[in-house]
């Protein structure tokens, strides 16, 4: 087991959630995340993804 790459995948996890989150409120503009809907949800959940997905083909590319 690494240690270094668990903790590098476990700060990239952070820090795309973290732009997620973010960005969803400025876009939302929830003030307060406690009240953040469904569709909200959704959004943050999809921005995270979109995240992930793109940091995985820039890995990728930078490999070849």
């Known amino acids: 087991m690494n240690w270094t790459d668990i ?23 929830v003030a307060d995340l ?11 959940a999809g921005l995270a993804a979109l995240f992930s997905f793109a940091q995985s083909v820039l890995t990728d590319l930078a490999s070849r």
């Open 34 to 44: 406690a009240s953040v809907e469904l569709l909200d949800s959704a959004a943050v």
């Open 7 to 29: 903790a590098v995948r476990a700060g990239r996890t952070f820090l795309q959630a973290f732009l997620a989150v973010v960005i969803a409120s400025e876009i939302a503009s």
